[in-house]
């Protein structure tokens, strides 16, 4: 049973449209992250956060911006779609000095930009 | 500099042997942790292994465990008595301790393909 959550499933939408991506866990996790990944490529980190009202930038520069108003909330958005925008986006939770457990994955949203 | 590496882009198994997928990682931590994630074609990440870098025993769950040697800097994770179920994206990654913000960093993946 999945802590962390992540809607839609599946999105496909037309080029300038502003999309929201949706990321909840359940788990009271202070760190959240987004990665985003190419079909069969790796994962790279493109926005994180430590807390509430904290958010950084990842090592991949993006387009998109978040939020992180509750701690269970971490909402991705992108205010006017590109094609080159179309891929995975995956996001992750974890425990502060529970280093063993690793991240948390929700389940990914596959963006698809027409 | 890439921090991860995974050098094998596809590794192809026969069903009940075992087989090994490697990685090599750089960092000038003492502290850190190497992580091994299974992808299926779903898109999840499911969480198979760690390994920290001041355990003394290479860590072992069920049928995967991890073949650390810190000197050589790598990490490679080791399947015993391979399923179809197996056949997955497979990525190595490290957690870097206190000199670096907490983030965790992939390799590029090995695709695992299970066969009869």
């Known amino acids: 049973e999945a802590d962390i959550y992540q809607t839609p499933r599946y999105l496909v939408i037309g080029t300038g449209k502003k999309i929201t991506l949706e990321c909840s866990q359940t788990?009271?996790?202070?760190?959240m992250y987004w990665y985003q990944q190419d079909p069969g490529m790796e994962l790279h980190l493109i926005h994180y956060s430590y807390g509430v009202n904290s958010t950084e930038k990842g090592d991949l520069s993006s387009e998109s911006t978040v939020s992180r108003i509750r701690t269970e909330h971490f909402p991705l958005t992108l205010e006017s779609a590109r094609p080159s925008h179309t891929s995975q986006y995956l996001c992750a939770s974890s425990e502060e000095g529970q280093w063993s457990y690793g991240y948390t994955f929700g389940s990914g949203t596959r963006l698809t930009v027409v | 500099a890439q921090k991860i590496t995974q050098t094998q882009p596809g590794m192809f198994v026969q069903e009940k042997e075992a087989v090994t997928l490697d990685c090599t990682y750089d960092?000038?931590?003492?502290?850190?942790?190497l992580f091994w994630y299974k992808q299926p074609s779903s898109g999840e990440m499911i969480f198979l292994i760690y390994q920290g870098s001041y355990d003394e025993q290479n860590a072992t769950e069920g049928r995967y465990s991890l073949n650390f040697q810190k000197a050589r800097k790598s990490a490679n994770l080791v399947i015993s008595a391979s399923q179809l179920g197996d056949s997955a994206m497979y990525f190595c990654a490290m957690r870097e301790g206190l000199l670096n913000t907490d983030k965790l960093i992939f390799g590029t993946g090995t695709r695992l393909q299970v066969f009869p």
């Open positions: 788990m009271g996790h202070d760190k």
């Open positions: 960092t000038s931590d003492q502290s850190y942790g």
